[in-house]
Each structure stands twice: as structure tokens, then as C-alpha cells.
């Protein structure tokens, strides 16, 4: 494999379990990852971006055959200096598939990027993505997962951190298109110095969408003065067999809890390090298995 | 001796209240309109000089009302929110008059019969007798009635038809008219500002605390009518007041149009009550404009039941200005069959230490769509702002939809603001446990949605609601 010349590397102990091919889409360059069917894949693919500083204009494809299982990561290092990232992505899960993928962007806070993933998650498949979002000056992203079968779960954990001037915009949408759908949307986020971060969520589900469980849930620490912070939580149900809500809190860290820490001899800015840590502790916590990334996050946070 | 069975049934009528026997038809019912056939349908500057010329308006006010016809001409219609495709400017009649009487009628005698008789019907005169301090009520596009309990009056609270507080305190109305909600705001103010006829204006004055609610009844009769009054509410510096606004019209299966607009000026330390049970024919477009200026210490609770109308937007506005003011937001909307409820609320944190409270509940019923529409904006200078916000929806069965779209933009790192919204149906164990006590599914899921709405109702006088429960009580068994 790996006749042709790759943006990315990819790092498996089996390179054998899993097939990539470039294609074309529309007349444009794309890659595709297949995970054939009834394959497990006990360890990760790592997708790592190669350093570069030219613009990037990348599409990925993503298949899991019926039955298999996976856990994807994608790694954007600070090696990625390109002036501007156009990034799309299609994941497609077949019947029993399980997928795990997971986005680490630490790309250069020069970055401006927009990125557009869509899922489709077909009958009794499950897709739980998670994004760690750090770099970028200025992101645009915009991510839908579908659950198009029955009994389908999709699952988005968006966890982001906008400092300086950055300017980051997320918008979730988790589509219930057929019955018995389930699913989480959750989008955290720390706002300090100049920054501005944006959490667009949607749950929607269709009348074809009846028993599905679809939520949404957005935090957000709002921490210096100069921020700008906005959340968009909505909902969009089309039929009455549903369980659906949302929620969503921008917040300040709590003064009684930095009381408690400074009543006990730990100083400010440490006790807001902590606070911190502990805000996105759980987040990062459904990670820990993939020790890289946890420790790369970690070491972020 | 007197007949204890005659007692007895009187007791009972007054304790079911006055509106409890609120029927379908009780709205439905429609006066004869000959004087329709004096007035044209459509607007056009002519029509917008001759309403000024016919109110014999001061100069500033003509010149208002040209001015939002020009804003109206240019601005589009909304990009957003449920379509308004089939509502024709040139179908409907913008000013008509079913009585000549500047003002309104000082008695209910007064009034023509045919008049009313409907409000009768709608309970006003009973209402005005047993609990309210005052009433205006508006048929077509001028107010026929007015009263003021007199120790108010006394006390300088002005409770008057708009038109004559134009003539009588044109000083205040200029320095308020349409400051809170400019012409320019969007199409539906612009319109509201060159055709606006009727309406109610309160003036309390400082310190001033009135304990009985006030009530404006605005009642379209004929087909394709167009109302457009002006609410303007001044509550001075600790003053205290309750205003309850009604409204219905009969269903002709051709569209009808209300482009109200409330302006509400709340001062320091003042407290004030807007209450609304909204009831137009579901040929009727609601596109009506509800705003609120809230000072220092100020407290704006706004109170509202949408039952009626073809397609409503609704989004009462607070804007919290002063420090440590608040506001309240609570909404009640039902989505019947071909009903469109977009409603919500706006709310704006400008100053230090304000908070808010948003709770709303929708039910969709038969394939109507309800939509909670929220816009929560906090500023740099609102240090300390809080915000929570609720959102309950029901859906009952599965063609009916609602959607809940809130934004939420918070420019202050001392802001807190909670926001939580919840979709379901009528849960299936609740019903059994009443019908296995004997009591019929439809009735059950009618105590069911009481109960999910009670927590609005309860903040509404006793007569108010008895008859909001009643509206609903209608719209369940679909009558």
C-alpha cells in the first residue's frame, strides 16, 4: 500500500487489516480508509498531518464494513502551519459497526480552517466521535452525524479551548432519520483573553425518527473579560415518540470554589488550573486508554 | 322564602368564574359589517394620511406615520420563521370604523347593542364589575369603551384610549410613542407605525400601586380586517400595575392581519404585569411587537397564552437597562391543526447585576408546529448578569412538530446563564393510573396538559385562569 503520495501518515502495528485508496470524488483528489467487514481492530490507526505550510485541501473517507470495529485518531500537530485548511470528511458505518474516532487539532494558531464532517450510521452501528480542538486562528467546522438505520447510536464529544484572539466556530448536527436512534451531543468549551468561541448545536429528528433519544449539552467557561461567547442549543422534532432536550451554561469559574481551594493555602491561579482541569477532566477521561492523545490533551489543558 | 335550588345554581355560576362558559362559537359568532362598505381594502399613502386626517392628529404624528410608510415600503419581509407568503397586503382592510365615537363610550348602555352583545358574550362587562380597575375594549380599529375606576383617576393614573391621549397629553405621548420600538425596527413595525388606530395608553405615576388589574379587550369582526393598535404603558418611578390584554375575532377561511404593537416603559423601582391571553381566528397572521424598557430596580414580568391564529411571531422584548433590574418571560403556546406558533422571547442585559427568567411551554397537537425562538444578549456593562431559561414542550401525537432555536451571545466573563429544554409526549403511566380510576383518555390527557401548564396559569388573576384553562380545555377536544 501507499503507492502515492500522502498528506498524512498513517501508523498501525497491521497495516494489512485495513485498505487505503485514493480516489476521486466529484473530479477531486480524495483518500479512503476501509475497514473490511466482521474486522476488530484492537489498536488505533493514527492519521498524523504531515508538517507542512502550504495551503491544505484534504478529503477523507472513512468506511467500516459490516460488523467491524475501530478506533481512529487524527492527529494535527503545530507542525501544521498551513495559511489555510480545507478539510471534509465522510464516515460511513455499515449494519453492527463500531466506530471511535477521535480529533486532536493542534494546528498552528495562524491556521484559518473550515472542516465539514458528515456520518452516516446505518442499523444498529455505532459512531461516537470526539474533537479536541486547541489550534486554528480562525475555525469553521461543521459537523453531522445521521443516524440513518434502526437502533443506530451516534455519539459527538466536542471539547474546545479558545485563547488570544482565536476565533472558534462549532456547529453539531445529530440527524434521527430512522426508529430507535440514540445519541449525545456534547460541546465544552474555555473561552479566555480575546477569544471568541461558538457552540451551534442541533438535535433533529424526523417523523420517520420515532423512539429515538436524541440530547444536546453545551458548557462553556467564560473566563476573561474580553471574550465573546455564544451557544445555540435548538432542537428540531418531528414526531411525539421522542425523548429530546438540551441544555446549555456559560459560566464564570465559581468564587465559592475558589474560595474553598484559597481557604486552603492554594493560590489563585493555581486553584483556576484546577478548576480548569477538572472542567474538562471528564472529557478527557474517555480517552485515557489512548495514551499519546490523553497525554498530548493533557498536557494542552 | 327563596327557592334553595335557584340559590344554589347561582352559587355554582359564580364559583365557576366568568368566563368558564367560554364556547367555540362564543368566538366564532360575527355582528353584521355594513359599515365595511365605506372602507377599502389595501394601503397606500393616501390611506395612511386620511387615518391622521380622520383622528384630526396633531402635525408630528402624520409626519410619524409617513415616515413608517416609507420604512415600510422598503424594508423586506422576514427571511426567517414560518412563511408569509399567502398573506396579501392588498386583501386586507387596514381601517375601518363600526362606531363614531372618539374615545370610546363612558357606559356599556351607550355602546350599540349588536357591540355589545359580544363583549358580553366574551365576559368584559362581568369582568369589569367583579375584578379589574378599568377597561378598554377596541372593535375594528377604534376603541368603543372605556373606564377608569374613579380613586384612580384621583391618584393621576391616565387609562386611555390611544387616540385621545394623543389629543389630551400629546407632550408625553411624543416623548414615548414609538421610542421603544422604532418604526424602523422591522416590516411589521414599520406598518404598525403608519396605520396604527386605537389602542391603550397607562400613564401611573410615581409611588402610585394599583392593585386591580386593567384590563384592553380587542375584538375584529369583520372579514379580512386588519388591527393595529397601540399599547403604550408608562409606570413611574415605584409604581406598581397589572394589565391583562385580550383578543379573539371569527373564523371566515380568509386571512385577517394583527400587527399590535406594546411599547412598556418601566421606571425605578417600579413593577409592572403584562398579561395576555391571545385568541384570534386561526385565519388571523399574529405578527405583533411587544417591547419593554426596564430602569433601575425596575421588574418586567411578562405573562402570555397563544392559542389562536393561523401563524403567530411573537417574541416579547425586555430590555434591561437599569441596574439590578429583572424580567420575567412566561409563554404558554398551543398548536392546534394549520396553526404555526413561533413565539419566544428577547431579552437584552445592558445592566450590572440584572437577571432574567425565561419559562415557556408549548404543546403541539393534530400537525401544528410550535417553536420556541429565544434571543438572550448580554453586554460588557452587564457585570453579573443571570439568565435561566426553560422550555417544555409536549407533543401529542406524531405529526405534530416543535422546534426550539435559542441563541445566546454573552460578552461578560461575570455572566452566569443557565438554558434547558425538554421534548416528549404524554407520558403513558400517568394516563393509565387516571383511566384505571375511571376517568376517560381524552379527559385524562386533558388534566395531564393542565397540569404541564399550570405553572404559567397560576400566575394569571383567577378569571384569567379559568378562561386560559378553558382555551385549552377548547383546543383538546377541538372545538
Redesign the interface.
Known amino acids: 500500500m501507499n503507492q502515492f503520495k500522502l498528506p498524512f501518515s498513517i501508523e498501525h502495528p497491521s497495516k494489512k487489516d485495513f485498505v487505503l485508496a485514493k480516489c476521486y470524488e466529484e473530479k477531486r483528489e480524495c483518500y479512503k480508509l476501509t475497514i473490511p467487514a466482521q474486522k476488530q481492530l484492537e489498536e488505533a490507526i493514527y492519521i498524523k498531518l504531515k508538517p507542512t505550510a502550504n495551503d491544505l485541501d484534504l478529503k477523507l473517507v472513512i468506511e467500516l464494513g459490516e460488523g467491524s470495529s475501530a478506533t481512529i485518531i487524527e492527529d494535527w500537530s503545530n507542525e501544521v502551519k498551513s495559511p489555510t485548511i480545507h478539510f471534509e470528511q465522510h464516515i460511513k458505518c455499515q449494519a453492527n459497526s463500531n466506530l471511535k474516532y477521535i480529533v486532536l487539532n493542534c494546528s498552528s494558531q495562524k491556521t484559518e480552517m473550515t472542516e465539514k464532517r458528515t456520518s452516516d450510521v446505518a442499523s444498529d452501528a455505532k459512531c461516537h466521535i470526539y474533537t479536541y480542538h486547541f489550534g486554528s486562528k480562525k475555525l469553521d467546522s461543521q459537523l453531522t452525524q445521521t443516524a440513518s438505520g434502526r437502533n443506530a447510536e451516534i455519539n459527538t464529544d466536542i471539547i474546545a479551548k479558545s485563547a488570544t484572539d482565536q476565533d472558534l466556530s462549532f456547529n453539531c448536527e445529530h440527524e434521527y432519520a430512522e426508529k430507535q436512534g440514540a445519541g449525545e451531543v456534547g460541546m465544552k468549551g474555555i473561552a479566555q483573553d480575546k477569544a471568541m468561541l461558538s457552540f451551534d448545536g442541533m438535535v433533529n429528528i424526523k417523523q420517520t425518527g420515532g423512539g429515538s433519544a436524541g440530547y444536546l449539552k453545551q458548557e462553556t467557561l467564560n473566563l476573561s473579560p474580553n471574550t465573546t461567547v455564544r451557544a445555540v442549543p435548538g432542537l428540531k422534532i418531528d414526531t411525539n415518540d421522542v425523548k429530546a432536550g438540551h441544555s446549555a451554561a456559560v459560566r464564570n469559574l465559581n468564587d465559592e470554589d475558589l474560595y474553598y481551594f484559597g481557604a486552603r493555602g492554594i493560590k489563585k491561579e493555581m486553584a483556576k488550573k484546577l478548576l480548569i482541569t477538572g472542567f474538562l477532566g471528564k472529557e478527557l477521561k474517555k480517552i485515557k486508554e489512548h495514551k499519546t492523545a490523553y497525554e498530548t490533551i493533557r498536557k494542552l489543558i | 322564602m327563596a327557592d334553595p335550588h335557584v340559590k344554589s345554581e347561582v352559587k355554582e355560576e359564580k364559583s365557576e368564574g366568568i368566563f368558564a362558559g367560554l364556547n367555540r362559537d362564543t368566538f366564532d359568532h360575527s355582528d353584521p359589517s355594513e359599515y365595511m362598505e365605506k372602507f377599502k381594502k389595501g394601503i397606500s399613502p393616501q390611506l395612511v394620511a386620511h387615518i391622521s386626517k380622520d383622528k384630526d392628529e396633531p402635525e408630528w404624528m402624520l409626519h410619524q406615520r409617513m415616515k413608517a410608510y416609507e420604512y415600510f415600503t422598503r424594508i423586506p419581509l422576514p427571511d426567517w420563521g414560518p412563511s408569509l407568503e399567502k398573506l396579501d397586503f392588498d386583501e386586507i382592510c387596514f381601517f375601518a370604523k363600526a362606531a363614531d365615537k372618539k374615545g370610546g363610550y363612558d357606559s356599556w348602555d351607550k355602546v350599540p347593542a349588536y357591540i355589545k352583545n359580544t363583549f358580553d358574550r366574551l365576559g368584559i362587562p362581568e369582568a369589569e364589575k367583579q375584578v379589574l380597575a378599568g377597561v378598554g375594549a377596541q372593535y375594528e380599529s377604534e376603541v368603543i369603551y372605556h373606564s377608569i375606576e374613579k380613586e384612580l383617576e384621583e391618584q393621576g393614573v391616565l387609562f386611555l384610549d390611544m387616540d385621545v391621549a394623543v389629543e389630551k397629553h400629546p407632550e408625553l405621548v411624543q416623548k414615548y410613542f414609538m421610542k421603544c420600538v422604532p418604526a424602523n425596527d422591522h416590516k411589521f413595525a414599520a406598518l404598525h407605525g403608519a396605520v396604527w388606530s386605537g389602542g391603550t395608553f397607562l400613564y401611573v405615576p410615581k409611588g402610585v400601586k394599583v392593585e386591580k388589574p386593567l384590563q384592553a379587550y380587542f375584538r375584529m369582526n369583520a372579514m379580512n380586517m386588519g388591527q393595529f393598535e397601540h399599547t403604550l404603558i408608562i409606570i413611574d418611578d415605584g409604581a406598581e400595575a397589572h394589565y391583562i390584554e385580550g383578543c379573539s375575532a371569527p373564523k371566515y377561511g380568509s386571512n385577517a392581519l394583527h400587527a399590535g404593537c406594546v411599547e412598556v416603559f418601566v421606571g425605578k423601582g417600579a413593577k409592572f404585569r403584562y398579561s395576555s391571553v391571545e385568541n384570534w381566528s386561526k385565519d388571523t397572521y399574529n405578527l405583533n411587537t411587544k417591547r419593554a424598557i426596564i430602569e433601575e430596580g425596575g421588574i418586567m414580568e411578562w405573562v402570555g397564552g397563544n392559542m389562536g391564529s393561523g401563524v403567530t411571531m411573537l417574541y416579547p422584548c425586555s430590555i434591561l437597562k437599569g441596574r439590578n433590574s429583572r424580567a420575567d418571560h412566561l409563554g404558554i403556546a398551543f398548536a392546534n391543526a394549520g396553526q404555526t406558533q413561533d413565539t419566544g422571547a428577547k431579552i437584552f442585559h445592558l445592566g450590572e447585576n440584572t437577571s432574567s427568567r425565561i419559562v415557556m411551554k408549548s404543546i ?1 397537537k393534530g400537525g401544528g408546529k410550535s417553536i420556541y425562538r429565544g434571543d438572550l444578549r448580554i453586554v ?1 456593562t452587564a457585570k453579573n448578569a443571570i439568565s435561566q431559561v426553560e422550555c417544555d ?1 409536549l ?31 404524554l407520558n403513558e403511566e400517568d394516563i393509565f393510573y387516571l383511566t384505571s380510576r375511571g376517568i376517560p383518555v381524552a379527559q385524562a390527557e386533558a388534566m395531564i396538559v393542565n397540569g404541564f401548564i399550570n405553572p404559567i396559569v397560576r400566575e394569571l388573576p383567577l378569571e384569567y385562569a379559568v378562561e386560559m384553562n378553558r382555551l385549552i380545555e377548547l383546543e383538546m377536544e377541538n372545538l
Not at chain 2, 401 to 421: F, L, R
Open positions: 403541539s460588557k414542550a407533543i401529542l401525537d406524531p405529526i405534530s412538530v416543535s422546534d426550539t432555536y435559542p441563541n445566546i451571545k454573552v460578552d461578560n466573563n461575570s455572566a452566569t446563564v443557565n438554558h434547558e429544554a425538554r421534548v416528549g409526549r
